[in-house]
């Protein structure tokens, strides 16, 4: 079962107290749903999944990838393998508790905010963040015969300007 953090309560990664710890309701309610979804799989909520859980979902949205994660888990000091951390990537991916968003053909980041926006990629830095604001589409294409638009994923590739 998944622990309940309290106010105040030792929340984030690094066992240390987290800044919104009065605030962080909408990460425990993320937490509990991960619990839920992988029970209603027919996954086991073991320690290791819940642990990648609070790391994940504990501190609000937020866009990682696999390497980072893995270093996330290891300095919390979890035992745990690559392989562990991207078939568990992948099952909340399917469990519909992370968002996979690919920024090139070999690296993918992971969107615990699961709701369809935008993103800026700075090339330079590595780094995904959401767009602020809204992004407007006046023209869509229809979809092929049989199918329905599910959702657009836009990523915009950002480069710092180089000065002549």
Do not use: W
């Amino acid at each position: 079962m998944l622990m309940e953090a309290q106010p105040g309560s030792p929340c984030n990664a690094d066992g240390g107290r987290c800044p919104a710890a009065e605030t962080c309701e909408a990460g425990e309610t993320l937490m509990r749903r991960c619990a839920d979804a992988l029970r209603e799989a027919g996954l086991r909520p073991t320690q290791q999944r819940q642990q990648l859980g609070r790391i994940l979902f504990g501190n609000g949205d937020r866009h990682i990838t696999a390497d980072v994660l893995y270093a996330e888990a290891v300095a919390t000091g979890m035992k745990i393998s690559q392989a562990t951390i991207y078939n568990t990537l992948n099952q909340f991916v399917e469990l519909g508790l992370l968002r996979q968003i690919g920024v090139d053909g070999s690296r993918s980041f992971f969107d615990t905010n699961t709701t369809v926006h935008p993103h800026f990629f700075y090339e330079d830095e590595g780094e995904l963040v959401d767009v602020p604001g809204h992004v407007v589409f006046d023209q869509r294409p229809e979809p092929l015969p049989g199918y329905a638009m599910e959702r657009i994923d836009v990523v915009i590739h950002l480069r710092r300007k180089r000065h002549a």
